[in-house]
């Protein structure tokens, strides 16, 4: 069991992650875009010093496994169908299905989703939430880390609690995308 330990926000995150891009490019399918998500992804937050890294495909069957694996990327097959599902919303599986890979290298985390879906698009819309919301942003920084204060060796209880916190961003997210006409990015 891993320690959970938050950092203060570190301004080679994004460099770290370019140089992680650079290297999925070659071996995606044609067509996918790739996004720093996560909150390394969000200037001045506080985070885990792992990189996330959102690869958007048209339909995870043309995801070469073998080769993200060659590239330094540990399969890490998922039990049920894969993302959590926030309170109070009903939703296919499809909608949160995704492939997981943790970097051999660098601590990073590889999700590997379809365009369009629930879970792809939730992940770009609290990072450019997070992103214009400072306040909402360093909440969320304090929060994470009084979670590793008393969780630091329970990720379980950390996500659990965690979790439900961004489901709330989210829903704010949600009506401020409607108010500002967000739509979705371009790959970083």
Known sequence: MSTIVIHPAKATWPHEFEALRARLCAILPEGSVIHHIGSTAVPGLAAKDVIDIQVSVDSLDSVDVAAVVVAGYAHRPISGVGDHCPPGVELPDAELTKLFFKSTGRAANL???EKGRFNQQYA????DFL?????????YALI??????HFADDEDAYYDIKDPVFD???????EWATRTGWTEPPGD
Not at 124 to 127: M, Q, S, V, Y
Not at 144 to 149: F, N, S
């Open 124 to 127: 770009l819309l609290c990072r």
């Open 131 to 139: 992103r214009t919301h400072p306040v909402a942003t360093q909440a």
């Open 168 to 174: 709330i961003i989210v829903d704010g997210a949600r």
């Open 144 to 149: 994470k880390q009084r979670l590793a204060e």
């Open 111 to 113: 999700h590997i989703r």
